[in-house]
């Protein structure tokens, strides 16, 4: 039998090796009371495709408030969107933002390849 060593921390995709790629975005879980180093926290779990490397993300935990207040209502839903940023409030980094993609009839002709080909 082969066995996989576990995974660390520092693997795994971030949301901004994310940005700007066409994705279908499925929000499994809205989560609360996350322990993390800065205290109790709120995320979103979501399943990601990304259109652009044709890559699957699974169970990515989201902690960014754009993106978690944009996927809350979603849970269970398909969500085609880019992540994008927002302006900067002074002394902050631009948050990340999903910029809807539902408007664009090349988007949703290649989202709808990809699940019709899955």
Request: charged residues 15%; hydrophobic residues 40%; aromatic residues 6%.
């Amino acid at each position: 039998m082969t066995f996989s060593s576990p995974s660390n921390t520092s693997e795994g995709v971030k949301v901004a090796d994310l940005a700007n790629h066409l994705l279908i975005i499925t929000p499994v879980e809205y989560k609360t009371g996350i322990q993390t180093v800065h205290g109790l926290a709120e995320a979103v779990e979501v399943n990601v495709v990304d259109l652009d490397t044709n890559q699957e993300h699974g169970s990515l935990l989201w902690f960014n408030v754009g993106l978690r207040n944009s996927l809350k209502s979603k849970v269970g839903q398909k969500v085609l969107a880019r992540i994008g940023q927002g302006t900067a409030k002074p002394g902050k980094s631009a948050p990340w933002i999903l910029v809807d993609a539902t408007g664009d009839a090349t988007a949703i002709a290649k989202a709808n390849a990809y699940l019709s080909a899955t």
